[in-house]
């Protein structure tokens, strides 16, 4: 029987899942690969750990609950230029849930939530998990080998405090409060941060903080634009203007 090779599907494995050239995937990602693909013995598949790198690979014992294949190529990936990390402030569950996911489609190098004043709740550990896992589906469907960092929830204050390593820090705003981006944007950067309030945006204290930690205020025009919105097309922006 003709073996299977599977071109356009990324399967994932934790880095510390790779041992001496072969690597063990998940009970989850096996059961994927038995059940659902049909994929056995000797059929080609390509992984990746997330951190950069493809594995193209031939599997060598299939079962429902363990799928262990041998390492055949490993090729790097770009990175999406610039790195931007995006610094959200908490939307409704929903809407997050599609800010994740399409996120890390076009690219962003990690995700920061954000608990401010007008945030409606706070994020819960499942909430925090259940992000993650998007993000990891949104890397594969979108053939990426970046997964982007999901972290912890933080406050304005703690976020703010840790941006000295960025080229430049971009703050959403009203129209009447900022400049259109290909204003402020310059060749060169290499890491970007980018903030977007919740709903409501930020509070004035809240742009006083983020100005005094050097963010630039900017707006996308005269219309107003929900807030997982407004990050996604400022995210695909950037990768065009800086490109």
């Known amino acids: 029987m003709k073996a299977k090779v599977l071109r356009h599907q990324i399967f994932y494995f934790p ?3 790779l041992h001496e050239g072969s690597i063990v995937f998940s009970a989850e990602e096996s059961q994927h690969m038995v059940k659902s693909l049909r994929l056995g013995v000797g059929d080609r598949v390509r992984a990746t750990d997330g951190a950069g790198r493809f594995y193209d690979s031939a599997i060598e ?8 294949a041998r390492v055949l190529k490993v090729t790097e990936a770009k990175a999406c230029a610039p790195a931007v990390t995006v610094f959200q402030g908490v939307v409704r569950a929903q ?8 996120a890390v489609e076009l690219g962003s190098a ?4 954000i608990e ?3 945030c409606l709740r706070r994020v819960a ?7 993650r896992r998007i993000a990891r589906e949104a890397m594969k469907q979108s ?4 997964l982007p960092a999901i972290s912890e929830p933080r406050s304005l204050r703690e976020a703010a405090a840790v941006l000295g390593g960025f080229d430049l820090v971009l703050v959403a705003c009203e129209a009447s409060g900022g400049k259109p981006l290909r204003e402020i944007i310059t060749p060169g950067l290499a890491r970007v941060a980018l903030w977007v309030g919740p709903e409501g945006g930020f509070t004035e204290e809240e742009m006083d903080q983020l100005a005094a930690a050097g963010g630039v205020a900017f707006t996308l025009g005269p219309h107003r634009l929900r807030s997982e919105t407004a990050a996604l097309a400022t995210l695909a922006a950037l990768h065009q203007l800086v490109a």
């Open 125 to 131: 550990a499942p909430r925090l998990a259940r992000w």
């Open 110 to 113: 990690g995700l920061v939530p």
């Open 15 to 17: 880095p510390d899942s």
């Open 95 to 102: 809407r997050m849930d599609l800010l994740v996911e399409k």
């Open 61 to 68: 014992h299939a079962a429902a609950a363990r799928v262990r």
């Open 116 to 118: 401010c004043e007008r």
């Open 143 to 146: 053939l990426r080998a970046h």
